[in-house]
Structure formats: structure tokens, C-alpha cells
């Protein structure tokens, strides 16, 4: 079984590349057929849905424009909590259908965040692709539209996701040995 370990943590492979590849042809082909018509505006978070949102987009057939955001965390100077700011939508969105890209939804919270930053936008309709899901964690009052894998509970890293900004760059997903 193929490891690698990252900072003082191993992990060993849990989804090679062609399965991964094989998941994102699902859902591209879902997103064609149910996007016939339309121009919609791929928004993928940045940075743990490079990987995804570039190997999706090369398998979408409709006409398309594609966009990254962010979630920049800092440690406002005078207050104690935690501000999230949200950069890189600057793209007037007024009657546009949105599809967000994410690497993983987990419990959620993130993408709740960005739909609320995304209500003033008056879009025509917001979908939601994600690679993985972890439907034991999720708390999200939201449908997510297009999932590549639904996975149990556990850690993963790889093909986008890190832990502590390693792993991103590995082309197949491995799973955090306990
Ligand atoms: P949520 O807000 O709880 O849905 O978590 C979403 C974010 O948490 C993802 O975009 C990832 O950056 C991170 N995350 C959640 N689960 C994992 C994991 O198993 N490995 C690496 N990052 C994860
Ligand atoms: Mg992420």
C-alpha cells in the first residue's frame, strides 16, 4: 500500500487518480446535460479546489466562464475574533447561474458562509460540485447538487487538500493512518 507521510503524520493511499478521474466524468456529464442552455460561471475556492476545478473544467462542454475566491482568516488588530473576508468576486453575478466548485464539504460551514456572501448577487441560481462529502459531518441546510465521492468521517489529504498546507500537490487521495 502506497504511504506518504506528511509533517509527523502518515497516510496511506485510499483513492487513486483514476478513480478520481472517473468521478469527475460523472459529474461533468451531469453538469452538461443539466446545463444545456446556459452560461454559467464556475466559482472554485481557492486553494483546496485547484486540482478539482481544473480537471472538471476541462470535461465541461457548455460555454462557460471560470473564477476563484478566497476566504482570507486574519486576526483583526482590535478585536479578539477571528475575521473571514471573502476576495476575487468582483464579477457582477445580477441573473447569472453560479456553480460553485469545492474540494470537500464537511461539515459544511464554509459553503454556508459563501452562499450567505452570495444572497445580495440576485443570481439566477446557485449549484454546489464538490469532490468529496462527508455526509456523517454535514450540518448544512443546503442541497449539494453534484458530489464526485460521499466518504466516511475520516482525514484525507491529496489532490488539493492538505494538512498544514502539505499533500496539496499529490495526484491521488490518501487517508490519515490512525
Ligand atoms: P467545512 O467548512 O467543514 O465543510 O470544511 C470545508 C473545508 O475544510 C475544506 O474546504 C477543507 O479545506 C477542509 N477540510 C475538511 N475536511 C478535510 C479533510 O479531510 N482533509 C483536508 N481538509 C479538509
Ligand atoms: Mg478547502
Redesign the pocket.
Known sequence: MKKVTLHDKTFSISIPYAEIQQAIEKVAAQINRDMVGETPIFVG?L???FMFAADLLKLVEIPAEVSFIKYSSYQGTQSSGEVSELIGLNTNLKGRTVIII????????????LLKDLQSKELKQVKIATL?F?PE????NYAVDYIGFS?PN????GYG???DEL?RNLKDIYT?VP
Open positions: 475556492l486553494n483546496g479546489a469545492e474540494d470537500i464539504i464537511d461539515t459544511g460551514t464554509t459553503v454556508t458562509k468529496l462527508k459531518a454535514f450540518k448544512g466518504i475520516d482525514f484525507i489529504v487538500l492538505d494538512y499533500g490519515l
